[in-house]
């Protein structure tokens, strides 16, 4: 058994934090940065370049990519050999209290009726799994409520199969338009019950923009998805564009005989997330 100490799992959070909404992961900066020399419009070739110069700004002044610095989302993975000695849930609270504090990143977490802010970004939605090993890997995702709001679940007929999935999610991303602040990510969850699909659709959003599904049928229905969505040009900020999305992940789980649960998680093109290992 190995001891993770709760002030490492505290500074690593409260960094996290930090990093990630300064810092675009390599693989969406890429994209971003390229992104202006794909299109042929002018207006699309603009708002690439503005996103880049932002993306420069963030990394030269330690400010914010963004405004709307998130809802703190972790997903953690425990090894079933580690020890940590104190309240990880508490202590991940306390890392995103830090952060969001020190770094000078909006609190958004409010009251669903009441409105009134919780003053410290907590709490934090924390999805747990244990894992064999000896490790403790944290990753950390900001989700701001432009893209959030546009994510839906519903449950399809099975018979909607493959068909269903497609026109869904196209009709998704249609009506979301510009709300998301695309070019956007899209996560799909497949299969399990009504939460487990929303969880699995955006733990797809914390895959690289290019990695390839080891399911080689998920990797060609990623694919042909992700081509219909930017066949639909909405574009960089919804001015129109051959990219309306950088990315189409999809993940699945077996479900029940008489449901698909399927959801939509879209993350905008401000795709802040960092994973940390203890
Ligand atoms: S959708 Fe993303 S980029 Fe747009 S305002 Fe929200 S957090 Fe910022």
Known sequence: MRTVSIK???????DVCIHANRYQPADVKKCLKEGGAKEDSPTAKEVFRQIAENIDLAESTGLPLCQD?????????IGQDVYV??????????GVRQGYGEG???KSACDPFTRKNTGDNTPAVIHYDIVPGDKLRIAFMAKGGG?????RVTMLAPAEGWEGVKKFVLTRVSEARSNPCPPILIGVGLGGTFEHSAKLAKLALMRKVDDVNSDPDLAAKEKEL???VNKL???????GGKQTALALKIMKSPCHIASLPLAVNIQCHSSRHEEVEL
């Open 85 to 94: 000695d104190g309240n990880l849930t508490e202590g991940i609270n306390e």
């Open 147 to 151: 893209a959030e709001n546009m994510s």
């Open 233 to 239: 040009n909405i574009g960089p900020m919804g001015l």
């Open 104 to 106: 000078f990143l909006r």
């Open 8 to 14: 490492d799992v505290i500074k690593a959070v409260r």
């Open 226 to 228: 992700l081509a219909l």
């Open 69 to 77: 610095t998130g809802l703190a989302v972790f997903f953690v993975e």
